[in-house]
T-cell receptor
Framework: EDQVTQSPEALRLQEGESSSLNCSYTVSGLRGLFWYRQDPGKGPEFLFTLYSAGEEKEKERLKATLTKKESFLHITAPKPEDSATYLCAARSNDYKLSFGAGTTVTVRA | NAGVTQTPKFQVLKTGQSMTLQCAQD?????MSWYRQDPGMGLRLIHY???????DQGEVPNGYNVSRSTTEDFPLRLLSAAPSQTSVYFC?????????????FGPGTRLTVT
């Protein structure tokens, strides 16, 4: 059974304090690892897609990386506006998409 | 473009009532889907459609029906509401019909069944 696990569940950071979020996955033949950002009361917003181990993508203070078993979302020098829940999802070779429960990040000024 | 729109934003139902959650997109996307989001759980796929006239079941389809008569609209029907269907429902769309690329999500409908 496909499974995606995110850790930690919650992360509280001081502004400027860099950290990483983890997304561990077990899916049949990965066909894409997705990261989304979700603000309270809103729908998820697409951030990145990674397709193969070793791939990296960056957007502002966020960088996503991928290995054969997990993905990391690195937040460098976060600002309060980076506070959100970050979701990852893995797509298997039969194109099913499995979401993790998310990591809620709070950045204090 | 309005993107993906959902109505209503909030809804309270009594057990046994039926209702339709509306979803529309103006991006000419082939793929549309419905998810539910519950605390501590990932988004779970209810039903999806790879194009007008084509629908299929996802992970948790029981108690829900869908239809796709046009590319733009993908309504979700609750046949006989149950407290277990209390959740936040998200509609999403994606350009490709056969391969799920990054999805665009609507703002969600928060449903409470008493």
């Amino acid at each position: 059974e496909d499974q995606v696990t995110q850790s930690p569940e919650a992360l509280r950071l001081q502004e400027g304090e860099s950290s990483s979020l983890n997304c561990s996955y077990t899916v049949s033949g990965l066909r894409g690892l997705f990261w989304y950002r979700q603000d309270p009361g809103k729908g998820p917003e697409f951030l990145f897609t990674l397709y193969s181990a070793g791939e990296e993508k960056e957007k502002e203070r966020l960088k996503a990386t991928l290995t054969k078993k997990e993905s990391f979302l690195h937040i460098t020098a976060p600002k309060p506006e980076d506070s959100a829940t970050y979701l990852c999802a893995a797509r298997s070779n039969d194109y099913k998409l499995s979401f993790g429960a998310g990591t809620t990040v709070t950045v204090r000024a | 473009n309005a993107g993906v729109t959902q109505t209503p934003k909030f809804q309270v139902l009594k057990t046994g009532q039926s209702m339709t959650l509306q979803c529309a997109q103006d991006m000419n996307h082939e793929y549309m889907s419905w998810y539910r989001q519950d605390p501590g759980m990932g988004l779970r796929l209810i039903h999806y459609s790879v194009g007008a006239g084509i629908t299929d079941q996802g992970e948790v389809p029981n108690g829900y029906n869908v239809s796709r008569s046009t590319t733009e609209d993908f309504p979700l029907r609750l046949l006989s509401a149950a407290p277990s269907q209390t959740s936040v429902y998200f509609c999403a769309s994606s350009y490709s019909g056969q391969v799920i690329d990054e999805q665009y999500f609507g703002p969600g409908t928060r449903l409470t069944v008493t």
